[in-house]
């Protein structure tokens, strides 16, 4: 089955400074690649969607990329701030299922 | 109604009892899932819907069954709780196929004692 792997560590960072999260998966090559934003209680928030055929997408503040070569995207937030803080989560989509990392938590401190 | 909602919101059962957990949206997607969600393990599907009148099976669907009668709604059955259940229980809904974001319900809290 597919397997995704996150930092399992908090991501501790100052506020204004870029924060790049990792994702990393195993097995089979996903036609696109999903991140998610969790805040403590709730459920799961849509962010950004990347295309197997897409180098970067960008929204705001965020950016993503993917590397099919080295099966693996990153998640970055340019000048983050302490409302960033919150746990990602990177999500792959095969044969009607999506498979989702167990996240990395970041902190913004100010 | 306004996107996706779930109950109960949270729940404490005696192991070997039966417990529904329910899940409705208005956003008329074809798409519904399940998952749980256990520390340092993230989030894993059990059951999805791809659209009304179809079910399939997740990575982890031992223990659950699910149904799909209508677009609308999409409930999760536990027949005989075990406590290895205890977790936290997302639904969520999705337009349907590869592309589509999938929106998240607030969650049920189950503890099987």
């Known amino acids: 089955s597919q397997k995704i792997e996150q930092n399992s560590e908090a991501l501790n960072i100052q506020e204004g400074k870029t924060a790049t999260l990792t994702c990393n998966y195993t097995?089979?090559?996903?036609?696109?690649l999903q991140w998610y934003r969790q805040d403590p209680g709730r459920g799961p928030v849509f962010l950004l969607l990347?295309?197997?055929?897409?180098k970067e997408k960008r929204k705001e503040r965020l950016k993503v990329t993917f590397d099919t070569t080295l099966k693996q995207s990153l998640f970055h937030i340019t000048a983050s701030q302490p409302a960033d803080s919150a746990t990602y989560l990177c999500?792959?989509?095969?044969?009607?299922?999506?498979?989702f990392g167990s996240g990395t938590k970041l902190n913004v401190k100010p | 109604i306004a996107g996706i909602t779930q109950a109960p919101t949270s729940q404490i059962l005696a192991a070997g009892r039966r417990m529904t957990l329910r899940c409705t949206q208005d956003?008329?997607?074809?798409?519904m899932y399940w998952y749980r969600q256990d520390l340092g393990l993230g989030l894993r599907l059990i059951h999805y819907s791809n659209t009304a009148g179809t079910t399939g099976k997740g990575e982890v669907p031992d223990g659950y069954s699910v149904s799909r009668a209508n677009t609308d709604d999409f409930p999760l059955t536990l027949a005989s709780a075990v406590p290895s259940q205890t977790s936290v229980y997302f639904c969520?809904?999705?337009?349907?196929?590869?592309?589509?974001?999938?929106?998240f319900g607030p969650g049920t809290r189950l503890t099987v004692l």
């Open positions: 956003m008329r997607h074809n798409a």
């Open positions: 990347i295309r197997e055929n897409e």
């Open positions: 097995n089979y090559s996903p036609a696109y």
């Open positions: 999500a792959l989509y095969n044969f009607n299922k999506f498979y």
């Open positions: 969520a809904s999705s337009g349907g196929g590869a592309y589509n974001e999938q929106f």
